[in-house]
């Protein structure tokens, strides 16, 4: 009995010891992901990397951390190693779907980038010809517009009552889909997208590629195009 006693003892011992630096080590990483975030974010990649590296190790199981290393090689052209961390968050980060979206497209946009020749790494051209409307939708099928707003900017809500309208006309035809310009987990999409001001729109083809990127003068007759005959 005595030993019984003893052995519980040690075991609430240890767990009392072991306790804060558990909690310790949970603040340690989140500081040093914000650091190696803040860091992204004022585009000093290569002083991002270490950081963002020693998070991951502290961590390997955070989707965020992938996540923002995954950004950061992109941003260093280390496209191979990028993937590797935006998949995790893909297969891995189900606790988290907004990220896991944002890693898709990551991945998405990645996928393009794989040409290379006697110079190095060649990005893919984006562009597209011109197309009659009524192959538009024949040529691409099913298209996503993004919407990359600032919620706060008066010109992203002028614009919004246009584009809810525009989707429910036409959401059974294309997919209608709004991002936050401004949240931090969304900040590889200016580069990304080569986006100016915001309210900004993207149009993809169903599998990604990009058709368009531009402001929203245009966002009326692009929707004709992808309508094509069904217009």
């Known amino acids: ?3 019984i006693k003893r052995a519980i003892l040690s075991f609430l011992a240890c767990s009392y010891l072991l306790a804060p630096t558990a909690i310790q080590s949970a603040n340690a990483y989140s500081a040093r992901l914000s650091q190696g975030i803040g ?9 991002a990397l270490p950081v963002l590296k020693k998070a991951v190790r502290d961590n390997p199981l955070d989707a965020n951390g992938h996540y923002y290393l995954g950004l950061c090689y992109q941003e260093l052209k280390q496209n191979s190693l990028a993937r590797q961390h935006f998949q995790w968050v893909v297969d891995a980060g189900k606790s988290n779907t907004k990220l896991k979206k944002n890693a898709q497209i990551a991945l998405d946009h990645l996928s393009k980038v794989k040409q290379y020749d006697k110079a190095g790494l060649t990005e893919i051209s984006q562009k597209t ?3 009659a409307p009524e192959e538009m939708a024949a040529q691409h099928g099913r298209c996503t517009i993004l919407l990359i707003e600032s919620p706060k900017s008066k010109a992203s809500r002028q614009f919004s009552a246009e584009f809810v309208r525009t989707a429910r006309k036409y959401g059974r035809y294309i997919e209608f889909r709004r991002l936050n310009g401004n949240a931090p987990e969304n900040a590889y999409l200016k580069t990304h997208y080569k986006i100016g001001s915001l309210p900004w729109l993207v149009y993809l083809n169903k599998k990604g590629k990009i058709l368009h990127s531009e402001s929203r003068t245009k966002f009326q007759s692009r929707v004709k195009d992808m309508m094509g005959k069904r217009y």
Request: no cysteine.
């Open 129 to 131: 010809p011109s197309l």
């Open 39 to 47: 860091l992204f974010n004022q585009k000093h990649y290569d002083k």
């Open 1 to 3: 009995m005595v030993a």
